[in-house]
């Protein structure tokens, strides 16, 4: 009984700290989506291109040398997340903005099959591109704090670890999230974020640039994933083609968060990474896809519009 109790209690505490991340993930997706209503295929491959942007700038550019192997990783992982937004910034800029905004009106169902088309083909450019500039090979961020752990308790006899590079990713996920919360309810590039998203109409007679206001959040969503991505390299190996794993895990805690919604984001971010873990206690691993589709077909049968997602009536 102790057993099965602490394996529930190292899932749960798994789930949570991994979840934190795909959370983050799914709060860049949401966003981009919630302001410019875009389906992104690309944004997986964005999140790829911040990984090795995070890699890059703590092995080539003497970060590593600088702060150490310990704090390195993470100095290159945030630093990585502006590097991505302007990035993000430049492609809308000079692709996504000629199929959405105010130009959309003119295109046929308001430019939604050219941003389909649009953005994989993004995709394939970045994930090919990439494979040509980085290689086949396996990369990683290393750091000593991936291999050691805090452990809780022991507790009438139960102990649960805490990877340590792990915790301190939740930690940067909160953090991140709680800026941009900040950033959306309290600043005036937020509020602009939030009169496009509402009534872009509307938006434009009360002398708000639509289109700037989907570049910054096309940047941003992107800086956000691409420091989510680089969270995720501290544990996980990486390669161009890992964008295509990730970015159907996104979509699904988007959805499971409610359309538009940036806090239902994270939370439906949050709830995959705590199935995929649990999962692990009944199911072996290569079934954790499996259990969190289960799970996402479950709660949108009994609440379509998912956590904090309104329902609307149809006219």
């Avoid at 979840?19 to 999140?47: E, K, Q, S, T």
């Avoid at 995709?123 to 961020?141: C, M």
């Avoid at 007679?205 to 989907?214: C, E, K, N, S, T």
């Amino acid at each position: 009984m102790t057993q099965a109790l602490e394996g529930f209690l190292q899932a749960l505490t798994a789930g949570l700290l991994i979840g934190a991340i795909y959370g983050l993930m799914c709060v860049g997706l949401g966003l981009i989506f919630g302001v410019m209503r875009v389906i992104n295929f690309a944004h997986g491959d964005f999140m790829m291109l911040g990984m090795y942007a995070a890699f890059y700038l703590f092995t080539a550019l003497g970060i590593q040398t600088t702060f150490g192997n310990a704090v390195g990783p993470f100095v290159a992982i945030l630093l990585a997340g502006p590097v991505l937004a302007v990035f993000g910034y430049a492609v809308h800029l000079a692709l996504i903005s000629r199929v959405s905004g105010t130009r959309s009106s003119s295109l046929e169902g308001d430019g939604h099959y050219a941003q389909l088309i649009l953005t994989l083909g993004i995709a394939l450019i970045l994930q090919n591109g990439g494979l040509i500039v980085f290689g086949s090979v396996l990369a990683s961020i290393r750091t000593p704090l991936s291999s050691s752990a805090w452990e809780l308790g022991p507790y009438f006899d139960i102990s649960v670890f805490i990877n340590k590079a792990r915790g301190i990713d939740a930690i940067v996920s909160f953090v991140t999230m709680a800026l941009l919360t900040l950033l959306i309810t309290r600043s005036r590039v937020g509020k602009s974020l939030r009169a496009a998203a509402d009534n872009p109409t509307a938006a434009t007679y009360m002398g708000i640039d639509v289109d700037r206001a989907h570049r910054v959040a096309f940047a941003l969503g992107t800086g956000i994933t691409a420091i989510a991505g680089g969270l995720l390299a501290t544990n996980y190996p990486f390669h161009p083609f890992v964008g295509v794993e990730y970015v159907i895990v996104m979509y699904a805690g988007v959805v499971l968060g409610g359309m538009g919604s940036i806090i239902g984001a994270f939370w439906g971010g949050m709830t995959i990474g705590l199935v995929q873990q649990m999962s692990t206690l009944v199911l072996p691993t290569q079934l954790q896809n499996a259990a969190i589709f289960v799970v996402f077909l479950l709660i949108i049968f009994f609440r379509p519009q998912g956590f904090f997602g309104r329902m609307v009536e149809r006219t």
